[in-house]
């Protein structure tokens, strides 16, 4: 009988393809991911066991930390909507142009009055310290009060549905200046939150 | 004089892709943890209507079935039972307070007294937002099903029980 001749095949493969798919794949998760962007009022939000996502619509997101609160809502149209609606209540004009640009802004706290300046900044001049100062929330003046009616408004006007609103508070935040807020928000009849918090292992 | 050996076989051009195929998944995976990662969890809490016309807003309690928990200053709580001044309040860590809920739930379902095991947590102006997430996030864990925030009645004696222990 004669032999059979195993023949041996180098084990070198090429790893061109796999590194093209790779590549590929790289590319598509750079490219649909969204860029983080850049926080005005960094906060440290505690940590809870909770499995509830921060929806991504229909939301308006109140940064709690150093006595000061920011505000943001989610959705480009809707800022922008609540921009206008901010005009008509306050009897400021706002120029298209600076409508779009404030539908980018994502996180502010400046104060109604310098608002337009704040917009005409360029986005690292907006982020120096000293520029958002918060936004007002006292009892004469309160401005955050028009910020979340408007913008539930303006919610319920693009999308036809409600707004929740989310509490980003830092953890070392003393309650009372988030008892405020949340008195804000009551006087609304908004009795419902979503506190921001960093997911955590479960216990037992 | 080593004469360069140029005449000799020729190398293939093949570079090994190894390392960057390695490199490449490593970034891929990184992208794909950070992407689904990077959106917040979100605790989902209700207060007490403020509206005082509607007599639905007001809720009966019942004193053997209710444990009120004040959030104090330096991670510290104080909880009793029942009606506020009948007996001095218990000073706790805010991560050791669990222990207790479970035991007066446990002596209350006991009692045989009907109706739900109530939590008051009423967060005073000493405690931290930290505090008051970990007070609602132990309810949860806890399954303790009707749980109530209170933070504008914060009672006299409570105040004073409060102010003798040095946690507000």
Redesign the interface.
């Known amino acids: 009988m004669p032999r059979i001749k195993v023949k041996r095949t180098s084990t070198v493969t090429d790893m061109t393809a796999m590194c093209d798919v790779a590549s590929l794949l790289l590319t598509f998760f750079i490219l649909t991911a969204t860029a983080r962007q850049p926080e005005p009022l960094a906060v440290s939000t505690p940590s809870s066991t909770y499995e509830f996502k921060v929806p991504a619509e229909n939301n308006a997101i109140l940064t709690i930390g150093q006595g000061k609160v920011f505000f943001e809502v989610a959705g480009i149209k809707v800022r922008a909507r609540t921009l206008e609606l901010m005009g008509e209540q306050y009897g400021v004009k706002f120029t298209p142009d600076e409508i779009k640009r404030f539908s980018v802004i994502s996180t502010f706290g400046v104060p109604f009055a310098s608002l337009k300046g704040f917009i005409a900044m360029s986005g690292t001049d907006r982020m120096k310290p000293g520029v958002q100062r918060g936004i007002p929330t006292d009892s004469t003046d309160n401005q955050l009060n028009s910020w979340v009616l408007q913008a539930r408004t303006a919610t319920k006007e693009v999308n036809n549905q409600d707004m929740r609103v989310s509490i980003k508070g830092d953890a070392k935040e003393e309650y009372p200046v988030v008892k405020k807020i949340i008195d804000v928000l009551q006087k609304q009849s908004v009795n419902k939150f979503l506190l921001v918090t960093n997911a955590e292992a479960k216990k037992n | 004089m080593a004469e360069l050996n140029t005449g000799g076989k020729k190398s293939t051009p093949r570079v090994?892709?190894?390392p960057?195929?390695d490199l490449?998944?490593l970034?891929?995976t990184f992208?794909?943890l950070?992407?689904s990662?990077?959106?917040?969890?979100?605790?989902?809490?209700?207060?007490?209507?403020?509206?005082e016309k509607l007599p639905e807003n007001r809720l009966e309690l019942k004193a053997s079935k209710t444990m009120t928990i004040l959030?104090g200053k330096k991670d510290k709580v104080a909880w009793y039972m029942g009606v506020a001044g009948t007996s001095a309040p218990t000073i706790e860590s805010v991560s050791a307070v669990g222990d207790a809920i479970v035991k007066n739930r446990k002596t209350a379902d006991a009692s045989g007294v009907p109706g739900d095991f109530v939590v008051l947590v009423k967060?005073?102006?000493?405690?931290?937002?930290?505090?008051?997430?970990?007070m609602?996030?132990e309810l949860?864990?806890l399954k303790v099903k009707v749980r109530q925030i209170d933070?504008d009645n914060i009672l006299d004696n409570e105040k004073q029980a409060m102010k003798e222990q040095g946690i507000l």
Not at chain 2, 123 to 134: A, I, K, R, W, Y
């Open positions: 090994d892709m190894t960057m195929v490449m998944f970034l891929v992208f794909i950070t992407t990662i990077s959106t917040p969890q979100a605790m989902d809490i209700a207060k007490p209507d403020k509206n959030l967060p005073t102006s000493g405690s931290t937002f930290q505090n008051f997430v970990d609602m996030d949860e864990i933070d």
